[in-house]
């Protein structure tokens, strides 16, 4: 087994001296030192591993601001259930005193409630759902036309809550 070196054009054959049963290794020998970081940044396949792959934390997105005028959503009708199974749930059992055990009974009851027994919170959080709705509708309607929201709030707002 004869191999050609390219830079003088000689045969070379393998001696005995040479590792890996006569096959040549190529080695290659640094003249400075590179940081791991770097050699692997630099040597990397850009590629196999996308540079969100390198993240461990998500970016948190700044720059929405919440607006304090703005209504708030109402409700469902399983915490209009809920308001009242807590009051009657803590009469009965006073010994109770984790909310997650109260928590845990409201959800199997209202599991196990009938559509019929369940309509009368239906009915709330529909009747707050359209009141939320009417407010939504002026609050943006207000917005669009440039009014100041604090100047339009009367008492008699307030007065319901």
């Not at 630099?42 to 792959?53: F, N």
């Not at 399983?78 to 409201?106: H, I, T, W």
Request: charged share 40%; aromatic share 8%; with cysteine.
């Amino acid at each position: 087994m004869a191999k050609k070196n390219s830079a003088s054009g000689k045969s070379a054959t393998p001696t005995s001296s040479t590792p890996n049963n006569g096959k040549m290794v190529l080695r290659i020998k640094m003249t400075k030192t590179i940081p791991r970081k770097v050699m692997e940044d630099e040597y990397c396949d850009k590629e196999a591993r996308p540079s969100s792959a390198k993240r461990s934390k998500p970016l948190k997105k700044k720059g929405k601001k919440i607006d304090a005028h703005k209504p708030k959503k109402p409700p469902t009708a399983f915490f209009f259930f809920l308001e009242d199974f807590r009051k009657r749930y803590q009469e009965d059992n006073p010994e109770v005193k984790s909310m997650r055990d109260v928590g845990k009974a409201c959800g199997v009851k209202w599991k196990t409630m009938t559509y019929e027994e369940k309509v009368k919170y239906y009915d709330i959080a529909t009747e707050k759902r359209a009141e939320f709705d009417k407010a939504i509708a002026d609050y943006t309607r207000r917005k669009e036309s440039g009014e100041d929201p604090e100047s339009e709030l009367s008492e008699s707002e307030f007065a319901d809550e």
